[in-house]
């Protein structure tokens, strides 16, 4: 499902470039979950948004659902972000002017997708069903994400990726939230790769790496 070879990407600074990458190779199976863990600043996000296409690296391949998108210009990347991917932030991200049933719906639209037994399956599970008609700003964290869910999840996208999902909820909320991004994605047939500093998010995964200097170690409990 997801093949990422020999990835560089570096940043200008005024003191010259900063390497994040420095090589990064990772391979997800279809229908495979992994976490992706490590050190604040080791590029666990940049790696994550390389495999989005929401930016592009200094070197090296990625390829995912077949498709190389380290080929890829502009408009092929925006359509593997519109139809090929579902995308969960910490920060919810969700469209502040419009209602949940529509947010919910947004992805699914752009990418043609929009299947009402589906939505109406997530609504039921996701536990939305009283707060459709509601705006972001009048739900809780928990409610948001819960919506933020759903909405990545409601074009059934071949790749999940997961920006630290529960890092702003409770402990209690968090837990919730995961069990249901587990079940969902299973659901949906999805592959999922999530980036946490959790290890005990990280061990309900079936895969855990570590990016450390830039390059992608094995995770606590797999072979060298």
């Not at 560089?8 to 199976?29: I, M």
């Not at 419009?98 to 399956?121: I, K, M, S, Y």
């Amino acid at each position: 499902m997801l093949e990422v070879v020999g990835l560089h990407k570096s940043y200008q600074t005024p003191q010259g470039p900063l390497p994040v990458l420095q090589g990064v190779d990772l391979r997800l199976e279809r229908g495979g979950s992994l976490a992706l863990m490590g050190e604040s600043g080791s590029g666990k996000s940049t790696l994550l948004h390389l495999v989005a296409g929401l930016d592009s690296a200094d070197s090296g391949r990625i390829h995912a659902d077949g498709k190389a998108l380290h080929a890829m210009g502009e408009p092929e990347l925006a359509e593997w972000r519109r139809c090929g991917i579902g995308l969960i932030f910490q920060q919810f991200n969700l469209v502040g002017s419009l209602t949940v049933a529509d947010n919910l719906a947004f992805q699914a639209r752009l990418a043609g997708r929009h299947d009402l037994a589906w939505q109406a399956r997530l609504i039921e599970r996701l536990g939305l069903g009283d707060v459709l008609h509601r705006y972001p700003e009048q739900l809780s964290g928990g409610q948001q994400q819960r919506v933020a869910l759903g909405r990545a999840l409601a074009a059934r996208p071949a790749l999940v990726l997961a920006d630290e999902p529960t890092g702003n909820l409770d402990e209690a909320t968090a837990e919730q939230v995961l069990q249901l991004l587990l079940e969902l994605v299973a659901g949906s047939g999805s592959t999922l790769l999530m980036v946490t500093h959790s290890p005990q998010v990280a061990a309900r995964l079936q895969r855990t790496v570590v990016l450390r200097k830039g390059r992608v170690h094995p995770g606590p409990g797999a072979p060298a």
